[in-house]
Structures are given as structure tokens and as C-alpha cells.
């Protein structure tokens, strides 16, 4: 077995603490990702709509992350082993998917995308640990 961090997105903003041993995730979006909340708490701005709730159960887990990012991450498609799946966001940004076994945790960054008091707090970077267990 072995693990893999991924980050994506610009390394700008206030992070936030990695999240493991989660069973629930939704989102707000617009035309990026305003905020990921993992088991009920969230991390970023208020803009955007909220997506459904996906709950992941004691036998299941995310196995692939869809996520279009550049300055910003502008789209996370989130899906489990069993086939349940939240997605949400804008079409900006370059395309990545990770799959790449068991994901284990979250963390990131936010910060505001264009300075100015009108601006949206936004998820500018998100890190992605999996555990592989075909590796190692």
C-alpha cells in the first residue's frame, strides 16, 4: 500500500486542517467551488448553491475526484466505489481526475479569486490524500 497527495489549484489563501474518517460531503458552487463541507463543516465562502449531501457509508468510500482547477478550483465531481457521486461548479479551468484507490483526506486553501470588498471567498487549492492499496 501507498499513499499519494494531489493538490490542485493556486497555493494563495487560508488553509484549512485535513478532514479524514468523513462520511458526508456536499458543496457550494457557482461558477467555481465557494465551499466544501465535509461532515457538516464547512470551509469557504457562502456564494454559489448548495449541492446535495453525499453520504458515504461504512462499507463504501470516494474512489475518484474529477476536478477542473487553475487559479481557482472551479469544478469537483466527488464519486464513490458504490457509484454515488456529488458534483458541482463552473467549466473554467484545466481537467484532472484522480483515481487512484481509497481517498483518506481533505485539505486546501481559501481566499478571495479577485481582491475588493465584493468579492467571493472561494476554495483556491485542494489536497487530496489516497491510499492505494495496489501499490507498495
Known amino acids: 500500500?501507498?499513499?499519494?497527495?494531489?493538490?490542485?489549484?493556486t497555493n494563495k489563501g487560508n488553509p484549512f486542517p485535513e478532514r479524514t474518517g468523513f462520511s458526508s460531503l456536499a458543496m457550494r458552487?457557482?461558477?467555481?467551488?465557494?465551499?466544501?463541507?465535509?461532515?457538516?463543516?464547512g470551509f469557504g465562502g457562502d456564494?454559489?448553491?448548495p449541492t446535495t449531501?453525499?453520504?458515504?457509508?461504512?462499507d463504501d468510500f470516494?474512489?475518484?475526484?474529477?476536478?477542473?482547477?487553475?487559479?481557482?478550483?472551479d469544478y469537483l465531481h466527488f464519486a464513490t466505489?458504490?457509484?454515488?457521486?456529488i458534483a458541482g461548479?463552473?467549466?473554467?479551468?484545466?481537467?484532472?481526475?484522480?483515481?487512484?484507490?481509497?481517498?483518506?483526506?481533505?485539505?486546501?486553501m481559501t481566499g478571495y479569486f479577485v481582491p475588493?470588498?465584493?468579492?467571493?471567498?472561494?476554495?483556491?487549492?485542494i489536497k487530496l490524500r489516497f491510499l492505494d492499496p495496489q501499490v507498495g
Request: with cysteine.
Open 1 to 9: 500500500m501507498a499513499e499519494f497527495v494531489f493538490s490542485f489549484g
Open 29 to 41: 458552487c457557482g461558477s467555481f467551488v465557494d465551499k466544501i463541507i465535509i461532515d457538516n463543516q
Open 47 to 49: 456564494g454559489g448553491s
Open 53 to 58: 449531501k453525499l453520504l458515504i457509508d461504512s
Open 62 to 73: 470516494v474512489s475518484m475526484v474529477i476536478i477542473n482547477h487553475g487559479a481557482v478550483v
Open 81 to 85: 466505489r458504490k457509484g454515488l457521486f
Open 89 to 108: 461548479g463552473g467549466g473554467g479551468g484545466t481537467p484532472s481526475t484522480v483515481i487512484r484507490g481509497r481517498l483518506l483526506g481533505i485539505s486546501g
Open 116 to 125: 475588493g470588498p465584493a468579492a467571493p471567498l472561494v476554495i483556491c487549492n
